[in-house]
């Protein structure tokens, strides 16, 4: 069984930072992208970003380029989304996803393992 839990989502002011947490527990994904993904009511779930447990690649949606980073730690097998200049558009629920499957990393439908997400809110 796999377990994702996120954590540091809140309420911040338009240019201000968050940081996310996601732990992981219940098995290795060496080899296997981990994802974070955005939400918002009444919208598709959105890629922001990913990065391979192997050799730490990472990818990221245009909008979030240069203003998120994803990390992660091997050994306490945990995923980070470092959130800087943050707009209001950012606001969303926030989801780490796991892949365990496949080497695919940017749509909902590769990741077979999500976490119960973190509201992110971001006032003007």
């Known amino acids: 069984q796999v377990q994702l839990v996120e954590s540091g989502g809140g309420l911040v002011q338009a240019g201000g930072s968050l940081r996310l947490s996601c732990a992981a527990a219940?098995?290795?994904?060496?080899?296997?992208?981990m994802g974070w993904f955005r939400q918002v009511p009444g919208k598709e779930r959105e890629f922001v970003a990913a990065?391979?447990?192997?050799?730490?690649?990472?990818t990221y949606t245009d909008s979030v380029k240069g203003r998120f980073t994803i990390s992660r730690d091997v050994a306490k097998n945990m995923v980070y989304l470092q959130m800087n200049s943050l707009k209001p558009e950012d606001t969303a629920v926030y989801y780490c996803a796991a892949n365990t499957k496949t080497t695919g990393w940017t749509t909902p439908h590769e990741y077979d393992y999500w976490g119960q997400g973190t509201q992110v809110t971001v006032s003007s």
């Open positions: 990065i391979r447990w192997s050799d730490g690649r990472t």
């Open positions: 219940g098995r290795t994904f060496r080899g296997y992208p």
